[in-house]
């Protein structure tokens, strides 16, 4: 079974407001390179096939799988944003040291944060099988993509298997070499250049907006599958902003925030990556909300002058 399956969830899209079609548009239209899940870049002899992904299984990747592994099996190399190994090796860390996501010493986020948010936190997590003595002391951002995952995803072994997943299965069986373009532990360290309260207080004022359902996923997935992977981000950050509560400046603060630390900046970091790449050709298969925007990977080699062409998914 799918996870676009065992969730059953419905398009929000065509239930939205005329208004919230109306400003999904407006935020759409100076967008660059807003569609396409498959763009080549060429410069010389060096040719990139970026690939977006969804990191969330669906069984209509499997067509898309097939007309990708021919690309995949001929390219010198594959780079994800981190490899199905070095993950694995993270979470087999954690067996030893939990300290990269729990809170190991010091006061926990009960004791940071007011009852009321705590009960209702508590709460959604553990529609999520995340018992409450539990969640008091994971970190705040790895609480934060808890939220993020539907309950109806949770108990689903294959939810992660997504085109992420795929395309390592791809590259594994015809031996491609596979590359990470960051580290883990540079992930973490950017999670916490904020303090623990400033963590919290972000955490406990977007609860609301970071929360997915069914819908939200098959929403999501739908978007992905008509490469419309512009229109995902955008979707999430005008309805993330109803679910909120906040006002529209302290939204917009917040909504900066998260852009920057989990898009700008890593785009720019893979970068230093992607350019070292000369005289072949590699994948560079990476979440779909990293390729649009100024700040998105297909504008920033733009700016290094490479050809860029939309090629079939």
Request: glycine share 6%; hydrophobic share 45%; aromatic share 6%.
């Amino acid at each position: 079974m799918t996870a676009h399956a065992a969730c059953e969830g419905h398009d929000l899209r065509p239930l939205m407001s005329e208004e919230d079609q109306a400003a999904l548009q407006h935020s759409l239209a100076s967008v660059p390179y807003p569609e396409g899940n498959h763009w080549i870049a060429t410069k010389g002899d060096t040719t990139l096939h970026l690939i977006g992904t969804l990191h969330t299984n669906d069984a209509r990747m499997g067509p898309v799988v097939e007309r990708l592994t021919p690309i995949v099996a001929q390219a010198d190399a594959i780079y994800f944003e981190v490899t199905e190994a070095k993950m694995e090796a993270f979470e087999q860390g954690l067996a030893n040291d939990l300290s990269p996501v729990m809170i190991t010493e010091g006061p926990t986020l009960i004791d940071l944060m007011s009852a009321e948010d705590w009960a209702g936190l508590s709460a959604s997590l553990a529609e999520r099988g995340i018992p409450s003595w539990m969640a008091a002391k994971m970190r705040p951002w790895f609480l934060s993509m808890m939220l993020g995952i539907p309950p109806c995803l949770m108990q689903n072994p294959d939810a992660n298997h997504g085109m992420d997943a795929r395309l390592t299965d791809v590259a594994e069986a015809h031996g491609i070499p596979q590359h990470s373009l960051e580290r883990i532990e540079d992930l973490m360290a950017m999670f916490d250049t904020l303090s623990l309260e400033q963590q919290v207080d972000s955490l406990v004022r977007l609860s609301g907006a970071m929360q997915a359902d069914a819908n939200h996923l098959a929403t999501m997935a739908n978007a992905y599958l008509e490469e419309k992977h512009a229109q995902i981000l955008q979707l999430a950050r005008i309805q993330g902003f109803e679910a909120s509560g906040l006002s529209q400046e302290d939204y917009d603060a917040e909504w900066a925030q998260f852009e920057q630390q989990l898009l700008v900046d890593r785009n720019n970091s893979w970068m230093d990556h992607i350019l070292r790449i000369q005289d072949q050709t590699a994948v560079i298969a990476v979440g779909a909300g990293h390729l649009s925007q100024t700040y998105g990977l297909l504008s920033l080699l733009e700016k290094e002058g490479y050809t860029l062409t939309r090629a079939p998914f």
